[in-house]
C-alpha cells in the first residue's frame, strides 16, 4: 500500500489519467484547475510514488491478431519455494501469458493466455506441465468480454 497521501486534486488526476492516459500535460492541468507545471510534478510525485505504474496502450487482442482469448485455471505440483519459483519462472518466459495470479481455493494459480490459435495454446499447456509443474490445468475459453477493465473506483466519499 502506498503512503502517499492523495488529495482531491491527486484523485480527479488519477480518475483522468484512467479514462485517457494519452491526453497532454496541457489539457490534464485545465481538468484539474491546475498549472501545467504543478500537473506535471503531480503525475510525476504518483509516477515515483508507484500508484501509477505503467501508462501503456490497451490493445485489442482480436484485432491484433490473438483470437483466442483463454483462462487457464492451474493447479501445480510442488507448493515449496522451488515449486514456486519454477511455475513463476516458466509462466514470465511465456509472452501468451497475458496476466497470472496466485489465487487461494481449490487452485494455485490463473493465467489469461491469448494464442492465433488452438497449437499455440497447446504448446502454452504443455510448457506448464513440462517447465512449470503444473499437474492439472483446466481450460476456459472466453467467449465474449462482459465487461472491460475499468478504472479504480475513486470516490473520494469513500475514503
Known amino acids: ?10 484523485l480527479e488526476l488519477l480518475r483522468q489519467l484512467q479514462v485517457d492516459a494519452d491526453r497532454s500535460n496541457v489539457e490534464l492541468a485545465r481538468l484539474v484547475g491546475l498549472s501545467p507545471t ?3 510534478h503531480r503525475v510525476r510525485r504518483l509516477k515515483e510514488s508507484g500508484i501509477i505504474r505503467a501508462v501503456v496502450a490497451e490493445l485489442d487482442a482480436t484485432r491484433a491478431g490473438f483470437p483466442l482469448h483463454v483462462y487457464l485455471l492451474v493447479t501445480i505440483e510442488r507448493h515449496d519455494d522451488a515449486g514456486h519459483r519454477r511455475f513463476m519462472a516458466a509462466v514470465q518466459a511465456m509472452p501468451e501469458v497475458i496476466a497470472a495470479d496466485w489465487v487461494t481455493g481449490e487452485i494455485d494459480a490463473i493465467l489469461v493466455v491469448v494464442a492465433r490459435e488452438v ?7 504443455l510448457r506448464l506441465s513440462s517447465r512449470g509443474g503444473a499437474t492439472r ?3 476456459l475459453l472466453r467467449l465474449e468480454q462482459l465487461k472491460p477493465s475499468s478504472p479504480l473506483p475513486l470516490d473520494s466519499n469513500e475514503r
Open 38 to 40: 504543478a500537473t506535471l
Open 1 to 10: 500500500m502506498s503512503d502517499v497521501s492523495l488529495d482531491l486534486i491527486d
Open 137 to 139: 490445468v483446466t481450460t
Open 119 to 125: 497449437a499455440e495454446l497447446q504448446r502454452v499447456i
